[in-house]
């Protein structure tokens, strides 16, 4: 099997083109265009030259993942570059989409860790003594939202209503599960007898992520607005 038509060889190039386009939001069209150029041709003579010399397929594979790894550092330095000869519009949008895009991650690992958590108090409290609805209702209630906010999240036309959602999730979650395990598990009794400040710990702790996930919202809708020179365009 030749290099070109190599599976294992067109998923490391297409990663690679993927990397470029990602380092390379953002900046101005000219430079985008030109760098993805750059690292096509590049990856064409790689491609060529290990068929030429006869090498296993799996290894051209392995060097372009290498070289994609290793130039990593080097290319986030060009970014940085392109992105200071670009106008203070660029370079504001293109910091504002980077932070955009942590605090996704922040916020769907927040989601995340709730739906998990928010899962595992449903099961215990399902599957334990029976419970008025009123004490295990706002667990499941919670879960179930956090678990449609993990959905929109991933949506970028939804993200901010999954944000929305996952902040009214997060922040009573903690404090509604180890309310309602107090019944059930000995280790949440534990903790609530010999913890005297733990309500006020556990509001602390969703009331902060809450509000991590009402800063992504903001963040993302500042990033959605035009930047002066889309205006002017």
Request: net charge positive; aromatic share 6%.
């Given at each position: 099997?030749?290099?070109?038509?190599?599976?294992?060889?067109?998923?490391?190039?297409?990663?690679?083109?993927?990397?470029?386009r990602?380092?390379t939001?953002?900046?101005?069209?000219h430079?985008?265009?030109?760098?993805?150029?750059?690292?096509?041709?590049?990856?064409?003579e790689?491609?060529?030259w290990?068929?030429?010399?006869?090498?296993?397929?799996?290894r051209?594979?392995?060097?372009?993942?290498s070289r994609?790894?290793?130039?990593?550092?080097?290319?986030?330095?060009w970014r940085?570059a392109?992105?200071?000869?670009?106008s203070?519009?660029?370079?504001?949008?293109?910091?504002?989409?980077?932070?955009?895009?942590?605090?996704?991650?922040i916020?769907?690992?927040?989601v995340?860790?709730?739906?998990?958590?928010?899962?595992?108090?449903?099961?215990?409290?399902a599957?334990?003594?029976?419970?008025?609805?009123?004490?295990?209702?706002?667990?499941?209630?919670?879960?179930?939202?956090?678990?449609?906010?993990?959905l929109?999240?991933?949506?970028?036309?939804?993200?901010?209503v999954?944000?929305?959602?996952?902040?009214?999730?997060?922040s009573?979650?903690?404090?509604?599960?180890?309310?309602?395990?107090?019944?059930?598990?000995a280790?949440?009794?534990v903790?609530?007898?010999?913890l005297?400040?733990?309500d006020?710990?556990l509001?602390l702790l969703g009331?902060?992520q809450g509000?991590?996930l009402?800063?992504?919202?903001?963040?993302w809708?500042?990033?959605?607005?035009?930047?002066?020179?889309d205006?002017t365009a």
């Amino acid at each position: 099997m030749s290099a070109r038509s190599s599976a294992a060889v067109r998923r490391s190039s297409s990663a690679a083109l993927r990397w470029c386009r990602f380092y390379t939001r953002g900046l101005d069209p000219h430079f985008a265009v030109e760098r993805a150029d750059e690292v096509a041709s590049d990856l064409f003579e790689h491609t060529r030259w290990a068929q030429e010399a006869g090498q296993d397929p799996a290894r051209t594979a392995r060097q372009i993942r290498s070289r994609t790894l290793r130039g990593a550092g080097s290319d986030l330095l060009w970014r940085r570059a392109r992105l200071h000869e670009g106008s203070a519009d660029v370079l504001f949008a293109a910091r504002v989409g980077s932070l955009s895009a942590a605090l996704w991650a922040i916020v769907f690992v927040l989601v995340l860790a709730s739906v998990v958590f928010g899962g595992w108090a449903s099961i215990r409290l399902a599957t334990g003594i029976s419970l008025p609805l009123a004490t295990v209702g706002p667990v499941y209630a919670a879960t179930a939202a956090a678990a449609l906010a993990l959905l929109l999240l991933l949506r970028r036309k939804t993200q901010s209503v999954g944000a929305v959602l996952g902040t009214a999730a997060v922040s009573i979650l903690p404090t509604v599960s180890i309310d309602a395990l107090w019944y059930i598990s000995a280790t949440a009794s534990v903790l609530v007898s010999s913890l005297p400040s733990l309500d006020l710990v556990l509001l602390l702790l969703g009331n902060t992520q809450g509000l991590v996930l009402l800063a992504a919202v903001l963040c993302w809708s500042i990033a959605r607005r035009p930047t002066g020179s889309d205006v002017t365009a």
